[in-house]
């Protein structure tokens, strides 16, 4: 529920008296924003909180559930991170949003080019979370040509997910959207965590190729 506050000024008029202009009053919005309450000002601050920044070693909150929309379905169903990457070798990127610039021209597009090595590696799962709701995620995948089978397409439509990873940020315009980033996740925990600059251009560690080298430097700890 969204409540909206006014400061109000107010003056009794008199005869042959004059009066400043009463200060312009300051817009106040209250919601709740993933359990938390925020602030929200006429100025573009935008204010919430999150869980501290997940990292390498760490078990994901394998309960939280993300939301599918599978192709000739009319509802979204609920999947659990357990559902998805338990049990397997996963990899899980990012990003800021659907139908933006770099997300559509290169981070998705070349996720899925690049399946079949990450595939040769032994990743089972490569799925793109982001945070809009499961309609757009269906849409924009048939926009792109993207067989859901090899890169699942999971919105976190309310950012609790990315909230509990500490992988959110403000972008002014687009509002609370998810980091670029991407992840390797063995049975649940992370083994592997690139996080780009905040902002939606920055793409240089969280793409395919830089994933491929991370799995052969892992290949070779283990060895």
């Given amino acids: 529920m969204l409540t909206i506050c006014s400061a109000r000024a107010t003056a009794r008029p008199c005869a042959n008296r004059s009066f400043a202009a009463a200060p312009k009053p300051r817009l106040r919005v209250k919601t709740a924003f993933m359990g938390e309450q925020v602030d929200l000002y006429s100025n573009g601050v935008f204010d919430f909180k999150q869980s501290p920044r997940i990292k390498q070693g760490d078990s994901l909150p394998l309960d939280e559930t993300l939301m599918v929309l599978e192709e000739g379905s009319s509802e979204p169903k609920s999947v659990t991170l357990k559902e998805l990457v338990g049990g397997k070798r996963a990899v899980l990127f990012g990003l800021p949003g659907a139908y933006t610039s770099v997300c559509s021209s290169k981070h998705v597009p070349n996720y899925v080019e690049r399946s079949k ?3 040769e590696q032994g990743v089972q799962v490569v799925a793109c979370l982001s945070v809009n709701d499961p309609w757009v995620m269906r849409d924009w995948a048939k926009n792109m040509g ?11 439509g309310e950012g609790m997910l990315h909230s509990k990873l500490g992988l959110l940020q403000h972008m002014p315009g687009l509002g609370v959207r ?5 992840m390797l996740v063995d049975d649940g925990k992370v083994t592997v965590l690139n996080v780009e600059e905040p902002g939606g251009k920055s793409y240089k560690i969280s793409g395919p190729g830089h994933m491929l080298e991370d799995l052969a430097r892992v290949k070779g700890q283990q060895a």
Avoid: C
Wanted: proline fraction near 0%; charged fraction near 20%; glycine fraction near 0%.
């Fill in 117 to 119: 090595e990450l595939s």
């Fill in 146 to 156: 993207v067989d859901t089978n090899v890169v699942h397409m999971m919105a976190d």
């Fill in 178 to 182: 998810a980091l670029r980033y991407s």
